[in-house]
């Protein structure tokens, strides 16, 4: 009997020790939903410059990058025709200035006739219609002596408001038409983010929307703006709608066409949110493992998923507060295994829930 014993106790098969795993208490959180858009800096008013009359250009002081304030000069024509356009326009008010005076001396001769009986009244007539045609032609040729001095004007192009050239379309020694856009002017004043949004995320955007603002190029910093149009139709290729997000102050360092982010705050709504690696399948259904507080095993629950995300998953349905998730190494377990939780948070370490009391037996 004391063999036959000895060979059963022999034969006996020791229990598997139980498996450690990552694990994650579930908490039910409000959650903001948060989208973000990626876009570039641009001034509010950007204005395309161009010379009212046509010539060949003569000089541009300025280039891409430059800084200009009001008034500041940014290329200039060959004001040699628009010289002698101009000359010949002062030749031409001396001559009617002379007809016009020539006819009012005429005039004055032909009433002192008239009124001494040397002359028929006609004749005064005739030198007052003379004298109404000369001051006409006086008005005519001083404006168009006017309009020759603009043109002349018209061949230096100046800077409407201060602001930055963001673009040259012309050079020297280019003969430009009346109107050919020359120069790119960024004005100062507001700058705006011009992002694309797609048509389904357009209920979370509205007229003075508040958005936060980042920039690619200066990390760790953060901008605040607002939504001040939205385009009224969409893109025909991307099908996406333009909308433009004042900056209520941005740095010194920023600079036109820089990349940025806009980050635009949804609803508000309850949320159980697990890491995309707790996602087990229960044939073709989602699931996860849950662990049983008491005996320390896992079991297979199905789950509901509200969503996606970039790293993680919502749980709709399936889970509740307090439930205990297996997070990581779901692939090995199966139905009714003992593990030691080692519980972790979306922020901190891992550590034993077991505590002081070991692995179960």
């Known amino acids: 009997m004391l063999l036959l014993a000895a060979a059963c106790h022999d034969n006996e098969v020791p ?56 008034g500041d000069v940014l290329a ?58 000369a001051e006409a032609n006086l008005s005519a040729a001083r404006h168009q002596h006017e309009l020759a001095r603009n043109q002349l004007a018209y061949t230096t192009l100046h800077a409407p408001e201060g602001g930055i050239v963001a673009a040259v379309r012309a050079d020297m020694g280019n003969v430009v038409s009346s109107g050919e856009p020359v120069i790119e002017l960024a004005r100062d004043g507001e700058w705006e983010l011009v992002v694309d949004i797609p048509e389904g995320r357009l209920k979370t955007v509205g007229y003075g929307t508040p958005v936060r603002v980042t920039l690619w190029s200066l990390p760790g910093r953060d901008y605040t703006g607002h939504v001040r149009e939205i385009a009224a139709q969409a893109d025909t290729t991307t099908r996406t709608y333009r909308v433009k997000v004042t900056l209520s102050e941005m740095a010194a360092d920023v600079r036109l066409g820089m990349t940025a982010t806009a980050w635009f705050a949804g609803e508000q709504e309850k949320a159980i949110r697990l890491p995309l690696s ?47 998730v297996v997070t990581k190494g779901v692939h090995k377990l199966h139905a009714g295994e003992r593990v030691v939780p080692l519980l972790t948070n979306t922020g901190g370490d891992a550590r034993n829930d077991a505590g002081d009391k070991g692995a179960p037996s």
């Open 76 to 133: 200039r024509l060959d004001p040699a025709d628009a010289g002698i356009a101009v000359e010949a326009a002062e030749a031409a008010v001396r001559a009617a200035l002379a007809e016009r005076d020539q006819a009012a001396s005429e005039l004055v001769r032909a009433e002192k006739l008239t009124s001494r009986g040397f002359a028929a009244p006609a004749l005064r007539d005739a030198r007052r219609n003379h004298l109404n045609a």
């Open 278 to 324: 707790s996602l087990y399948r229960d044939g073709e259904k989602p699931a996860v493992w849950v662990i049983d507080p008491g005996s320390a095993r896992v079991q297979l629950r199905r789950v509901t998923i509200g969503g996606f995300r970039e790293q993680e998953m919502e749980v709709a349905t399936g889970l509740e507060a307090g439930d205990t």
């Open 15 to 70: 229990a598997p020790p139980a498996r450690a795993v990552i694990a994650q208490q579930v908490t039910e959180t409000i959650a903001q939903d948060v989208e973000h858009y990626t876009g570039a800096i641009q001034a509010r008013y950007q204005s395309v410059l161009g010379f009212r009359t046509a010539g060949k250009i003569l000089a541009r002081p300025v280039d891409v990058g430059d800084r200009v304030g009001k």
